[in-house]
């Protein structure tokens, strides 16, 4: 994302619509850095790695949006 990255977006979200913010699904190729992995642990959004199953993907999209708990 150009000028603003995954945490960026996750912090303005969580700050301007906090409801919104559990709702986030991150998709990233970074999974392999320590400040990625320390970020996503400790907010305990659903993410997935590249390359990621569609299926998957839209699995977990139905669940957030029928307000369903992570698995």
Excluded: C
């Excluded at 970020?39 to 839209?58: A, H, T, V």
């Amino acid at each position: 994302m150009p000028n603003l990255n995954g945490e960026a977006l996750y912090e303005h979200v969580r700050t301007r619509f906090p409801s919104l913010a559990p709702r986030i699904i991150f998709i990233t190729g970074d999974t392999v850095s320590a400040a990625s992995r320390d970020f996503l642990e400790r907010i305990g959004n659903r993410w997935f790695g590249k390359p990621f199953n569609l299926d998957e993907i839209e699995k977990a999209v139905g669940e957030t949006l029928a307000g369903l708990p992570s698995q």
